[in-house]
């Protein structure tokens, strides 16, 4: 396959998320009567979301995804870690978009062109973009608020270091304009009983609504909390914070698998959060 002139077609498909467009659609339509939000006045420059099968994660996701409107946004970078496969700094796809059961996304080139010139972190190759479930579950969201307009940056973290994500972070600063959405990916604790994961999660929210990167990094060093996606946020927090002075964080929804598939005795963490501009 010649990757450049490729769409990457959807990998997890029918196991994260419904297999067919009618089903997906239906889903977050379901969704929409149940789970909502109010968001901050202000402007909405990045959103943080999980990466689970949408029978765990989506409902909170949700809590992020539904303030976006049609045409809101021309570019949206996602930013996601690998599960994978390992390797140093920044991948993007070297093909011309991803692909999901509600059609192709583009990326765009003029964004990733200018990315991979300037910033030797970042590089085009099929690593973390093979088997990734951590971005492709974004994308249907994104999708089925705003439509088709809109081009994509799609960059998985090899590794997750506080300078990679500082070097990634004023990279995107270089490209970003008043119609540009960040979306970092993570999850949040693993395999904790319910009671735990809650205490362990809301520390995390605590820490992540105070936008100090430093602290959280400092959190995930000492164990005090767990963000498979740390790397990706910490760079969400550190490119909107370079836009401006001006910026909260606000966590639309915090739940763990328990709230949603089920079962209390090992359940994963998941944070819905958006970055705004007031």
């Known amino acids: 396959m010649h990757f450049q002139d490729s769409y990457r077609p959807p990998q997890v498909a029918g196991k994260f998320y419904p297999g067919s467009a009618k089903a997906i659609n239906h889903y977050f339509d379901q969704l929409a009567k149940t789970e909502k939000s109010e968001p901050p006045a202000g402007k909405l420059l990045g959103l943080i979301s999980p990466h689970a099968g949408y029978i765990y994660s989506a409902p909170i996701a949700f809590h992020g995804f539904q303030h ?16 994978y496969d390992e390797y140093e700094g920044v991948s993007i ?35 973390g973009h ?23 940056v799609p960059l998985v973290m ?17 490209v970003m304009t008043s119609r540009t959405l960040i979306v970092a990916s993570s999850d949040l604790s693993h395999y904790h009983d319910y009671h735990s994961a809650q ?18 990094w400092k959190g995930i ?21 370079l836009i401006t002075q001006n910026r ?22 998941y944070l819905s959060a958006g970055i705004f501009e007031v």
């Open 221 to 241: 060093r000492s164990r005090k909390f767990e963000a498979c996606g740390i790397g990706p946020i910490a760079a969400a927090l550190r490119a909107t914070e």
């Open 158 to 174: 090899g590794e997750q270091t506080p300078d990679l994500a500082v070097e990634l972070a004023d990279a995107l600063i270089s």
């Open 93 to 127: 796809f070297p093909g011309c978009g991803y692909s999901t059961p509600l059609g192709r996304l583009n990326i765009d080139m003029d964004v990733s062109t200018s990315l991979l010139e300037n910033n030797a972190v970042i590089t085009k190759t099929m690593m």
């Open 130 to 152: 093979r088997e990734e479930h951590s971005l492709e579950v974004q994308l249907p969201f994104l999708q089925y608020f705003l439509g088709d307009t809109f081009k994509i």
């Open 68 to 83: 976006l409107t049609p045409d809101q946004f021309d570019t949206v970078i996602i930013i996601a870690p690998s599960h």
């Open 199 to 216: 205490i362990i999660d809301a520390a995390f929210k605590q820490t992540l609504e105070s936008g100090n990167s430093e602290e959280l």
């Open 248 to 269: 909260i964080i606000k966590a639309f929804d915090c739940r763990n698998s328990g709230d949603t598939a089920g079962g209390h005795d090992q359940v994963v963490g």
